[in-house]
Protein backbone atom coordinates (compact mmCIF):
# COMPACT_ATOMS: atom_id res chain seq x y z
CA UNK A 1 0.00 0.00 0.00
CA UNK A 2 1.42 3.49 -1.37
CA UNK A 3 1.85 6.02 1.89
CA UNK A 4 0.37 9.41 2.09
CA UNK A 5 2.73 12.24 1.24
CA UNK A 6 1.62 15.98 1.20
CA UNK A 7 2.84 18.12 -1.55
CA UNK A 8 3.34 21.62 -0.50
CA UNK A 9 5.69 23.12 -3.70
CA UNK A 10 5.73 22.47 -7.17
CA UNK A 11 7.32 19.87 -8.53
CA UNK A 12 9.04 18.94 -11.58
CA UNK A 13 7.63 16.03 -14.19
CA UNK A 14 10.67 13.98 -13.35
CA UNK A 15 9.57 14.01 -9.38
CA UNK A 16 6.14 13.69 -9.77
CA UNK A 17 6.84 10.45 -11.69
CA UNK A 18 8.94 9.27 -9.15
CA UNK A 19 6.56 9.98 -6.44
CA UNK A 20 3.92 8.66 -7.74
CA UNK A 21 6.00 5.20 -7.97
CA UNK A 22 5.91 5.20 -4.22
CA UNK A 23 3.63 7.68 -3.07
CA UNK A 24 -0.29 8.77 -2.68
CA UNK A 25 0.52 12.38 -4.05
CA UNK A 26 -1.80 15.04 -1.62
CA UNK A 27 -2.16 18.46 -2.68
CA UNK A 28 -2.70 21.18 -0.20
CA UNK A 29 -6.11 21.42 -1.30
CA UNK A 30 -6.78 17.98 -0.06
CA UNK A 31 -4.85 18.54 3.10
CA UNK A 32 -7.78 18.68 5.50
CA UNK A 33 -9.31 15.39 4.49
CA UNK A 34 -5.82 13.63 4.79
CA UNK A 35 -3.99 14.87 7.82
CA UNK A 36 -4.31 11.16 9.82
CA UNK A 37 -2.63 9.21 6.61
CA UNK A 38 -0.02 11.39 6.01
CA UNK A 39 3.46 10.43 6.55
CA UNK A 40 5.87 12.61 4.62
CA UNK A 41 5.99 15.93 3.27
CA UNK A 42 7.91 17.76 0.18
CA UNK A 43 8.32 21.16 -0.31
CA UNK A 44 11.00 23.94 -0.59
CA UNK A 45 13.39 25.67 1.33
CA UNK A 46 10.87 28.65 0.48
CA UNK A 47 7.48 27.75 1.37
CA UNK A 48 8.73 25.21 4.11
CA UNK A 49 6.47 23.64 6.39
CA UNK A 50 4.21 26.16 8.15
CA UNK A 51 4.00 25.49 12.07
CA UNK A 52 -0.13 25.60 11.36
CA UNK A 53 0.68 22.75 8.84
CA UNK A 54 3.10 20.64 11.01
CA UNK A 55 0.20 20.59 13.84
CA UNK A 56 -2.35 19.03 11.70
CA UNK A 57 -0.26 15.89 10.96
CA UNK A 58 0.08 13.78 13.96
CA UNK A 59 1.54 10.48 11.93
CA UNK A 60 4.03 12.79 9.82
CA UNK A 61 7.62 10.79 9.63
CA UNK A 62 9.64 12.88 7.28
CA UNK A 63 10.24 15.88 5.76
CA UNK A 64 12.57 16.33 2.07
CA UNK A 65 13.57 20.13 1.13
CA UNK A 66 13.95 20.76 -2.02
CA UNK A 67 16.57 23.77 -1.74
CA UNK A 68 19.80 23.90 0.96
CA UNK A 69 18.04 26.13 2.50
CA UNK A 70 15.73 25.67 4.89
CA UNK A 71 14.72 28.45 7.19
CA UNK A 72 11.08 28.28 6.27
CA UNK A 73 11.00 24.64 8.56
CA UNK A 74 11.02 25.15 12.35
CA UNK A 75 13.90 22.31 12.36
CA UNK A 76 14.12 22.59 16.24
CA UNK A 77 10.58 21.32 16.63
CA UNK A 78 11.08 18.80 14.21
CA UNK A 79 13.81 17.46 15.98
CA UNK A 80 12.14 17.50 19.41
CA UNK A 81 8.86 15.34 17.26
CA UNK A 82 11.28 13.05 15.70
CA UNK A 83 10.29 14.16 12.52
CA UNK A 84 13.89 13.98 10.22
CA UNK A 85 14.51 16.65 7.87
CA UNK A 86 16.59 15.88 4.25
CA UNK A 87 17.42 18.94 2.36
CA UNK A 88 19.42 19.15 -1.08
CA UNK A 89 23.04 20.20 -0.39
CA UNK A 90 26.46 19.53 -2.58
CA UNK A 91 24.62 18.96 -5.74
CA UNK A 92 23.89 22.72 -6.03
CA UNK A 93 27.05 24.20 -4.46
CA UNK A 94 28.64 24.14 -7.91
CA UNK A 95 25.93 26.16 -9.62
CA UNK A 96 25.41 28.96 -6.51
CA UNK A 97 29.19 29.20 -6.37
CA UNK A 98 29.41 29.82 -10.26
CA UNK A 99 26.47 32.72 -9.76
CA UNK A 100 28.33 34.05 -7.25
CA UNK A 101 31.07 34.85 -9.81
CA UNK A 102 28.81 36.00 -12.74
CA UNK A 103 27.71 38.79 -10.01
CA UNK A 104 30.90 39.06 -9.08
CA UNK A 105 32.30 40.21 -12.80
CA UNK A 106 28.97 41.74 -13.93
CA UNK A 107 29.08 43.95 -11.37
CA UNK A 108 33.03 45.29 -11.62
CA UNK A 109 32.88 45.44 -15.47
CA UNK A 110 29.26 47.30 -15.49
CA UNK A 111 28.34 44.15 -17.87
CA UNK A 112 24.82 45.56 -17.78
CA UNK A 113 25.35 49.31 -18.46
CA UNK A 114 27.75 48.44 -21.00
CA UNK A 115 24.94 46.20 -22.68
CA UNK A 116 23.21 48.76 -22.62
CA UNK A 117 25.75 51.08 -24.34
CA UNK A 118 25.82 49.14 -27.29
CA UNK A 119 22.20 48.76 -27.62
CA UNK A 120 21.81 52.45 -27.65
CA UNK A 121 24.03 53.25 -29.85
CA UNK A 122 26.09 54.99 -27.74
CA UNK A 123 28.88 53.15 -28.81
CA UNK A 124 29.04 54.69 -32.05
CA UNK A 125 28.00 58.12 -31.30
CA UNK A 126 30.07 58.47 -27.94
CA UNK A 127 33.24 56.68 -28.10
CA UNK A 128 34.47 53.60 -26.35
CA UNK A 129 33.04 53.31 -22.76
CA UNK A 130 34.87 53.89 -20.02
CA UNK A 131 37.39 51.22 -18.23
CA UNK A 132 35.76 49.29 -15.44
CA UNK A 133 37.93 47.11 -12.57
CA UNK A 134 38.91 43.82 -12.71
CA UNK A 135 38.35 40.81 -10.64
CA UNK A 136 41.79 39.52 -11.01
CA UNK A 137 44.25 39.47 -7.92
CA UNK A 138 41.22 41.21 -6.00
CA UNK A 139 41.10 39.99 -2.04
CA UNK A 140 37.33 37.90 -1.21
CA UNK A 141 36.03 37.18 1.89
CA UNK A 142 33.42 34.61 2.33
CA UNK A 143 30.99 34.73 4.96
CA UNK A 144 30.22 31.22 5.49
CA UNK A 145 32.41 29.02 4.48
CA UNK A 146 30.35 25.36 3.84
CA UNK A 147 30.02 23.52 0.66
CA UNK A 148 29.08 26.47 -1.89
CA UNK A 149 31.32 28.50 0.04
CA UNK A 150 34.34 25.94 -0.33
CA UNK A 151 33.18 25.42 -4.09
CA UNK A 152 33.73 29.40 -4.60
CA UNK A 153 37.09 29.55 -3.13
CA UNK A 154 38.58 26.63 -5.43
CA UNK A 155 37.00 28.74 -8.79
CA UNK A 156 38.48 31.94 -7.68
CA UNK A 157 41.90 30.33 -7.64
CA UNK A 158 41.51 31.02 -11.66
CA UNK A 159 41.27 34.48 -10.74
CA UNK A 160 44.05 34.81 -8.49
CA UNK A 161 42.07 35.39 -6.13
CA UNK A 162 42.99 35.50 -2.14
CA UNK A 163 40.53 34.31 -0.07
CA UNK A 164 40.10 34.30 3.52
CA UNK A 165 36.53 34.01 5.62
CA UNK A 166 34.31 34.22 8.66
CA UNK A 167 32.00 31.46 10.03
CA UNK A 168 31.34 30.80 13.27
CA UNK A 169 33.47 28.69 13.91
CA UNK A 170 37.25 27.97 12.09
CA UNK A 171 37.34 25.24 9.84
CA UNK A 172 40.40 22.77 10.55
CA UNK A 173 40.67 21.63 7.08
CA UNK A 174 41.19 24.79 5.07
CA UNK A 175 44.20 27.01 3.77
CA UNK A 176 42.53 30.15 4.10
CA UNK A 177 43.01 32.62 6.77
CA UNK A 178 40.18 32.88 9.49
CA UNK A 179 38.66 35.87 10.59
CA UNK A 180 36.53 35.75 14.32
CA UNK A 181 35.33 39.80 13.32
CA UNK A 182 33.09 39.69 10.39
CA UNK A 183 33.65 43.89 10.46
CA UNK A 184 37.23 43.37 10.21
CA UNK A 185 37.44 41.26 7.24
CA UNK A 186 34.86 43.13 5.18
CA UNK A 187 37.71 46.48 5.83
CA UNK A 188 40.49 44.46 4.69
CA UNK A 189 38.89 43.05 1.57
CA UNK A 190 37.27 43.99 -2.04
CA UNK A 191 34.51 41.87 -1.92
CA UNK A 192 32.48 40.45 0.40
CA UNK A 193 30.18 37.14 -0.72
CA UNK A 194 27.65 35.87 1.57
CA UNK A 195 26.70 32.15 1.08
CA UNK A 196 25.20 31.59 4.65
CA UNK A 197 22.02 29.86 6.06
CA UNK A 198 19.28 32.08 6.92
CA UNK A 199 17.54 32.10 9.92
CA UNK A 200 16.99 34.29 13.21
CA UNK A 201 20.97 33.32 13.85
CA UNK A 202 22.19 35.08 10.84
CA UNK A 203 19.61 38.02 10.14
CA UNK A 204 20.99 41.10 9.64
CA UNK A 205 23.97 39.86 10.12
CA UNK A 206 25.83 42.20 7.65
CA UNK A 207 24.95 45.12 9.29
CA UNK A 208 25.77 48.77 8.80
CA UNK A 209 28.78 48.68 10.20
CA UNK A 210 30.09 45.65 8.44
CA UNK A 211 28.84 47.65 4.92
CA UNK A 212 30.95 50.66 6.05
CA UNK A 213 33.81 48.97 6.74
CA UNK A 214 33.30 47.31 3.36
CA UNK A 215 33.84 50.83 1.73
CA UNK A 216 32.89 53.18 -1.05
CA UNK A 217 35.34 50.69 -3.60
CA UNK A 218 34.01 47.27 -2.03
CA UNK A 219 31.15 45.09 -3.48
CA UNK A 220 28.94 43.60 -2.18
CA UNK A 221 27.84 39.90 -3.44
CA UNK A 222 24.52 37.76 -1.68
CA UNK A 223 23.80 34.72 -2.90
CA UNK A 224 22.23 33.35 0.22
CA UNK A 225 19.28 34.79 2.26
CA UNK A 226 18.23 38.26 1.81
CA UNK A 227 17.79 38.27 5.41
CA UNK A 228 21.34 38.02 6.04
CA UNK A 229 22.01 41.80 5.04
CA UNK A 230 20.13 44.63 6.37
CA UNK A 231 18.80 45.75 2.98
CA UNK A 232 18.07 49.29 3.93
CA UNK A 233 20.85 50.17 5.36
CA UNK A 234 22.94 48.52 2.37
CA UNK A 235 20.71 50.85 0.01
CA UNK A 236 21.26 54.08 1.87
CA UNK A 237 25.02 53.55 1.28
CA UNK A 238 25.00 52.45 -2.00
CA UNK A 239 22.96 55.64 -2.55
CA UNK A 240 25.00 57.92 -0.70
CA UNK A 241 28.62 56.11 -1.99
CA UNK A 242 30.38 54.07 1.13
CA UNK A 243 29.48 51.23 -0.71
CA UNK A 244 30.67 50.61 -3.88
CA UNK A 245 28.50 48.57 -5.74
CA UNK A 246 26.33 44.96 -4.99
CA UNK A 247 25.54 41.97 -6.87
CA UNK A 248 22.28 40.41 -5.25
CA UNK A 249 20.76 37.17 -5.96
CA UNK A 250 18.48 37.22 -3.01
CA UNK A 251 16.13 39.72 -1.27
CA UNK A 252 14.56 40.49 2.07
CA UNK A 253 11.04 39.97 0.73
CA UNK A 254 11.11 38.36 -2.18
CA UNK A 255 10.05 38.39 -5.02
CA UNK A 256 9.33 42.12 -3.87
CA UNK A 257 12.25 44.02 -4.64
CA UNK A 258 12.39 47.91 -3.29
CA UNK A 259 12.53 50.27 -5.96
CA UNK A 260 15.35 52.24 -4.26
CA UNK A 261 17.40 49.07 -4.84
CA UNK A 262 16.20 48.80 -8.88
CA UNK A 263 16.39 52.19 -9.42
CA UNK A 264 20.42 52.11 -8.81
CA UNK A 265 23.08 51.82 -11.42
CA UNK A 266 26.07 50.28 -9.52
CA UNK A 267 23.87 47.17 -8.26
CA UNK A 268 23.38 44.37 -10.45
CA UNK A 269 20.02 42.26 -9.76
CA UNK A 270 19.06 38.26 -10.48
CA UNK A 271 15.63 36.72 -9.38
CA UNK A 272 17.22 34.11 -7.10
CA UNK A 273 18.45 31.90 -9.61
CA UNK A 274 21.70 30.62 -7.41
CA UNK A 275 20.60 27.00 -8.46
CA UNK A 276 18.28 27.54 -11.24
CA UNK A 277 19.71 25.15 -14.12
CA UNK A 278 18.33 22.65 -15.81
CA UNK A 279 21.37 20.10 -14.47
CA UNK A 280 21.29 21.46 -10.59
CA UNK A 281 17.33 21.34 -10.63
CA UNK A 282 17.17 17.69 -12.10
CA UNK A 283 19.66 16.85 -9.47
CA UNK A 284 18.24 18.69 -6.88
CA UNK A 285 14.43 17.15 -7.54
CA UNK A 286 16.26 13.16 -7.41
CA UNK A 287 17.42 13.95 -4.31
CA UNK A 288 14.47 15.14 -2.71
CA UNK A 289 12.91 11.99 -4.22
CA UNK A 290 15.70 9.74 -2.61
CA UNK A 291 15.90 11.26 0.90
CA UNK A 292 12.02 10.05 0.90
CA UNK A 293 12.96 6.55 -0.52
CA UNK A 294 15.96 6.12 1.80
CA UNK A 295 14.02 6.93 5.12
CA UNK A 296 11.41 4.53 4.25
CA UNK A 297 14.01 1.70 3.48
CA UNK A 298 16.60 2.34 6.44
CA UNK A 299 15.18 4.93 8.94
CA UNK A 300 17.72 8.15 8.13
CA UNK A 301 17.34 10.38 5.28
CA UNK A 302 20.81 10.46 3.10
CA UNK A 303 21.22 14.23 3.26
CA UNK A 304 19.66 15.88 6.67
CA UNK A 305 19.90 18.95 8.17
CA UNK A 306 22.40 19.58 11.00
CA UNK A 307 19.86 19.74 13.49
CA UNK A 308 17.92 16.27 12.62
CA UNK A 309 21.26 14.34 11.28
CA UNK A 310 20.89 12.49 15.21
CA UNK A 311 17.33 10.90 14.08
Not at 56 to 70: A, R
Not at 96 to 106: E, K, S, W
Not at 156 to 179: E, G, I
Not at 183 to 199: E, F, H, N, Q, S
Request: hydrophobic share 40%; proline share 5%.
Amino acid sequence: MKRDLLLISDATPRMMEQFSETFNVVGMDQLAARTETIEAVATDGHLGVKPEILNQLPNLKVISCYGVGYDAIDVTDCAERGIPVGHTPGVLSANVANTAIMLMLATCHKLLKQDAYVRSGDWASKGNYPLTRSLDEKKVGILGLGRIGESLASKLKAFDCPVVYHSRNQKTDVDYAYYDNLTKMAADVDYLVVITPGGPATAKLVNKDVINALGPEGILINVSRGSVVDEEAMIVALQDGRLGAAGLDVFATEPHVPASLRALENVTLTPHVGSATVETRQAMGDLVVENLASFFATGKVKTSVPETAHL
